[in-house]
């Protein structure tokens, strides 16, 4: 079956770095956007970056020049590297991408910044 598995996830510290993977697995033929959200408690999924078949990126304002997205199209597989890590982006990170032409999602891995 389809699916996305995450990983990189854990704790760090603030201003610290965490790099992010997720692969598609099972019968794959196409692969099109990408991208990466998070959930905090109590708060609404948002976007944090995504990226297109191409290579075009966007980045939530909170993120910019912090993360970088980036995609491996050889191996199904889009990463996110997080510098400068702040206590607010503490979250549960999810990947998404359209596989086959449908939209799927990871598990979730959860990040947390603190001291």
């Known amino acids: 079956q389809v699916q996305l598995v995450e990983s990189g996830g854990g704790l760090v510290q603030p201003g610290g770095s965490l790099r992010l993977s997720c692969a598609a697995s099972g019968i794959i033929f196409s692969v099109d956007d990408m991208g990466w959200y998070r959930q905090a408690p109590g708060k609404e999924r948002e976007l944090v970056a995504s990226?297109?078949?191409?290579?075009?990126?966007k980045y939530a304002d909170s993120v910019k020049g912090r993360f970088t997205i980036s995609r491996d199209n050889a191996k199904n597989t889009v990463y996110l590297r997080m510098n400068s890590l702040k206590p607010a982006d503490t979250a549960v990170y999810y990947c998404?991408?359209?596989?086959?032409?449908?939209?799927?999602w990871g598990q979730g891995t959860q990040v947390t910044v603190s001291s």
């Open positions: 998404n991408a359209v596989l086959n032409r449908y939209s799927y």
């Open positions: 990226i297109t078949s191409g290579g075009l990126t």
